[in-house]
């Protein structure tokens, strides 16, 4: 079924990285209210989660 590879919106995103893996497919639909409101592949997911830990990190200068 087509609907089991797609995610959500506010899916996790170590959830939709296993499922894009998982899927073997380049991209997944991002399906919100039975709509398409996005692709995502791995790079988007990747990224993201680097920027979210970055942004839990703080700055990485330190005032002296």
Known sequence: RQDSIA??????LHEALNRLRGSKLPLIPVIEDGRLVGLLNSSNVIEAMMI?????????????
């Open 52 to 64: 979210r830990q970055a942004l839990a990190d703080g700055p990485s200068l330190r005032p002296s």
């Open 7 to 12: 995610c959500s919106p506010g899916e996790d």
